[in-house]
């Protein structure tokens, strides 16, 4: 079973402390200058709301407060190719910790987004089988949307060299027909957060 979070809202519609991340994410999804963080304890939480300079406790070693409005405890997708199409490399990682939950490498021929959307959804396996409501970050808006509509919009062939990548896209597409889940799906800020944990460095 998934561990018990404490989420502090210093900047939001309503800041507070609140015991979900449905609760926290209503406070600040849109909202501009948005400031929170997730606790492993309510007393901790409650320190740290007390304390008006929490939110810029890193602020000595060069970071600001906006690259603190993440939520560290979630899982960060992304993929990687060697030409669009072309060969495609895809993985998940903790947030917080940058270690690799999972990675397929040397898919033979695919489009970054349809990598984007397969990482997305072996996130949302992964965290079922965990029994946990961790939030996914992506900077692929298009991959979210695929995913929320279910549907993949490609104009990529099926043919024997991307055969592979389509394999995969159906087994998504299939597992999001048969699974409900309640993950939420969030844009990576990459102008203030810089790049994604599980960014491949492959960016012109």
């Known amino acids: 079973m998934a561990k ?25 999804k849109g909202y501009s200058g948005a400031s929170f963080k997730s606790f492993p304890s309510k007393e901790e939480a409650e320190a740290a709301f007390s304390s008006p300079s929490k939110p810029r406790n890193n602020k000595e070693k060069g970071t600001n407060q906006a690259k603190e409005t993440y939520i560290a405890d979630s899982i960060s997708v ?3 190719s060697h030409g669009n199409p072309g060969i495609i490399d895809y993985k998940g990682v903790d947030t917080s910790t940058g270690a690799v939950l999972f990675e397929r490498a040397g898919i033979k021929k695919g489009t970054n987004n349809m990598g984007e959307f397969v990482a997305i959804v072996h996130a949302l396996d992964l965290l079922k089988q965990e029994n946990s409501q ?32 389509w394999e995969l896209v159906d087994w998504a597409i ?11 799906l969030l844009k990576w800020d990459t102008k203030n957060w810089g790049e994604i944990k599980a960014d491949y460095g492959r960016k012109k």
């Open 134 to 165: 961790k939030p996914i970050y992506t900077d692929s808006q298009t991959a979210i949307s695929w995913v929320k509509n279910i549907k993949v919009n490609t104009t990529l062939a099926r043919d024997n060299e991307t055969q592979e990548m």
């Open 78 to 80: 992304d993929a990687g």
């Open 4 to 28: 018990k979070k404490y989420y502090v809202v210093w900047k939001g519609r309503q800041p507070g402390i609140y015991s979900t991340w449905k609760e926290c994410e209503e406070q600040v």
């Open 174 to 184: 299939n597992w999001l027909k048969k699974n409900r889940w309640e993950n939420p």
